[in-house]
């Protein structure tokens, strides 16, 4: 597939930049910056020495012996992105970006933040660079998400409950598009996935794109050559565009990306944007498939994880879709919650409920493969932000 | 000539700005929404701006954000505000500019919409959320039904930008008084007069602002510079406090009606 996206942000029929005028300026310095960085030896070699020391990469690729055992199968192995700094991937954008307002001379960063973990890997990158920072959650998150609004405020970060719409990252994306229309001149907005107006799919692909590298790396390493499948968790789909980007060039490689089944298949009962309810339509800033009704109204979506519960995603997924490169498949909240208990039991390892239905898919795949065969599951987050909210719902289903 | 176009020279010749107010279709239902336009127009408005709720409007302050969800609460689509809109003309003799969000559009199909839209008498079209570089992809349907595509500019654009806009760009052209979401503010920005005149430079068309003007003052200060005049949130509001009730219409154009007369430019 040729290098994209092409000169005016897309992916083929997807992505672009549909923002307000005011914005179109901003972004087009943003895309030069971003350009210019990328190629500046002292930009990358600075946030290299950041990724490697200050988030711990690389991130380990560890076999998970007894969830193989358990499973039967393909042998598992986890790309164990939940031990960076922070607790997810969310991390290597947000340094990336933050590093660059810096450049940039913008002294305040916003971000907007579902599940918690893009707004405190960007709290925590604004307080490492001194930057002021202002993160944007929707109220219902707020309270799912309890322990990561206390994490933000303690490194310094304004956190804004977004009451509007239906209360979750949509809105906060929302909320955040305003604020930066209003204070573009002085004000950075770190987007945490692969979303929005181009350049940003482009540019947080690019900054997620070292957990494939790393993985391919590791996986030669060890002398197993290439895996036969990589599994990921898709929301916005900035850790499975992360994981995939390096492996898209090898067909050989199945490449699944997990949407959230939510409780089922009707109209706003999950987040599945490729299960046939979604139309393509302009969210945020790109096009791409969304989650709405026959009037053109996003429609309200619903899943037990907060960071996959949002109606559109990014426009390099609907490509890949298109182009047959990736599969996309749906694991529900039942399902999630279960694979949450077998990590946990078999590996000591608890998954953030987003990274749950990655290895939920992970273990169904497995189980119809050989076990001379290996599948990669990019394990993008730890669940400790989730405890409450899983205590919760188990007593409450008691 | 394009209505718009007609609206705009009209006031010239009387030595004001255009008046152009603008509502959120469909708040607080879409029958008021023609007794609304009604009311404005008596009031002395030149040019309807009517909103096309939408469930995600970014480039909209906490007004107009309260207006689109009482709308859709209330059942308005966009096939229903362009059913109100057929009514509108019907009724009145003021150029319409639908405002709206790209993805009720796109749902639609800009083809049908297209059509739709001008069989209803609307003259212009202006995306919030669509610059220059998109406009391919609506702007020929667009031209093909006759009408004018309204473009924004705003004090971010570059020279260069504002030529794009004004190129691709009919009826007139939009200039964003600050940078920012819809809603009233106190004071306008310090260098409108300066926006304006580049606005100017780059377009032969009339340059109407907007954003943030909300009391006959501010109006006349703008209409000292620029053709056309918008208000928006202020009108907004005056319908949120009121509600649903038989006064709304009559209300409004008391509101209404300093806000065009300050569009008149003294001496």
Redesign the interface.
């Given at each position: 597939m040729k290098k994209l996206p092409d000169r005016r942000g897309y992916f083929g029929d997807w992505g672009g930049a549909f923002v307000p005028e005011t914005l179109m300026g901003p972004l087009g310095e943003l895309e030069s910056s971003y350009r210019r960085a990328s190629r500046d030896r002292g930009f990358r070699t600075r946030l290299g020495l950041l990724l490697e020391r200050y988030v711990g990469r690389p991130t380990p690729l560890f076999e998970a012996r007894r969830l193989t055992a358990r499973v039967g199968g393909a042998r598992l192995w986890l790309k164990r992105e939940d031990l960076c700094h922070t607790g997810a991937h969310k991390i290597n954008n947000a340094l990336g970006q933050a590093l660059l307002a810096r450049e940039m001379g913008k002294a305040r960063v916003i971000a907007e933040t579902g599940a918690g973990q893009h707004g405190v890997a960007t709290a925590t990158a604004a307080a490492l660079l001194g930057l002021e920072c202002t993160v944007y959650m929707g109220a219902e998150d707020i309270r799912r998400q309890r322990p990561n609004v206390v994490r933000m405020r303690l490194m310094g970060a304004e956190v804004v409950a977004v009451e509007g719409g239906s209360r979750t990252l949509k809105d906060a994306i929302n909320e955040a598009l305003r604020d930066w229309v209003t204070n573009v001149r002085t004000t950075h907005y770190v987007l945490g996935s692969v979303l929005g107006p181009h350049p940003y799919p482009m540019m947080v692909r690019d900054f997620q794109a070292v957990i494939g590298r790393e993985a391919i790396a590791q996986f030669r390493r060890i002398g197993r050559g290439l895996p036969e499948a990589v599994v990921a968790c898709v929301g916005g789909g900035s850790n499975a565009a992360g994981i995939f980007t390096a492996f898209v060039r090898y067909p050989r490689v199945r490449l699944v990306g997990v949407e959230a089944g939510g409780r089922g298949p009707g109209p706003g009962d999950h987040a599945a944007r490729f299960a046939g309810g979604a139309a393509p339509g302009v969210l945020h800033g790109t096009r791409t498939m969304i989650l709405q009704d026959a009037d053109g109204q996003v429609e309200p979506t619903h899943s037990v994880s907060a960071g996959l519960d949002y109606p559109a995603v990014g426009p390099e997924h609907a490509n890949w879709r298109d182009h047959g490169r990736v599969s996309y498949t749906t694991v529900d909240d039942g399902a999630a919650l279960e694979a949450f208990h077998l990590l946990a039991e078999t590996e000591g390892i608890i998954p953030a409920l987003e990274s749950a239905h990655a290895i939920a898919e992970a273990a169904r795949l497995a189980s119809g493969m050989g076990p001379g065969e290996s599948v990669v599951v990019n394990l993008s987050g730890r669940g400790d932000k989730d405890l409450d909210e899983v205590v919760r719902l188990e007593e409450g289903s008691r | 000539m394009s209505r718009l176009r007609g609206a705009f020279r009209s006031a010239a010749r009387q030595d004001r700005a255009a008046f152009v107010p603008y509502i959120t279709a469909g708040d607080p239902t879409l029958e008021a929404t023609l007794g609304l336009a009604l009311a404005l127009e008596r009031a002395g408005a030149d040019v309807l701006e009517l909103g096309v709720p939408?469930?995600?409007?970014?480039?909209?302050?906490p007004t107009n954000?309260r207006a689109a969800?009482r709308a859709?609460a209330a059942g308005a689509?966009?096939?229903g505000v362009l059913e109100i809109a057929a009514e509108i003309r019907r009724r009145t003799s003021l150029a319409l500019v639908l405002f709206t969000?790209?993805?009720?559009?796109?749902?639609?199909g800009i083809e049908s919409f297209a059509e739709r839209a001008a069989s209803a008498g609307v003259d212009g079209v202006l995306f919030?959320?669509?610059?220059a570089?998109?406009m391919p992809r609506f702007r020929p349907a667009l031209r093909r039904a006759g009408l004018d595509p309204v473009?924004?500019?705003?004090?971010?654009?570059?020279a260069e930008?504002m030529r794009a806009?004004a190129r691709i760009g009919g009826g007139f052209l939009y200039l964003?008084s600050r940078?920012?979401?819809t809603g009233a503010a106190r004071e306008l920005d310090r260098e409108l007069a300066a926006n304006v005149e580049t606005a100017r430079r780059a377009s032969k068309l009339p340059v109407a602002v907007g954003f943030g003007i909300s009391t006959p003052d501010q109006v006349a200060a703008v209409a000292a510079l620029a053709d056309g005049v918008v208000v928006g949130s202020a009108i907004v509001n005056v319908i949120a406090g009121e509600g649903d009730t038989d006064e709304l219409p009559g209300v409004v154009e008391r509101f209404a009606a300093p806000l065009a007369q300050a569009c008149r430019r003294r001496p």
């Open positions: - | 939408f469930s995600d409007p970014i480039a909209d302050g954000q969800e859709l689509t966009l096939a969000y790209a993805n009720p559009v796109v749902r639609l919030t959320d669509v610059p570089e998109e473009m924004l500019v705003t004090p971010t654009s570059s930008r806009a964003v940078t920012g979401v």
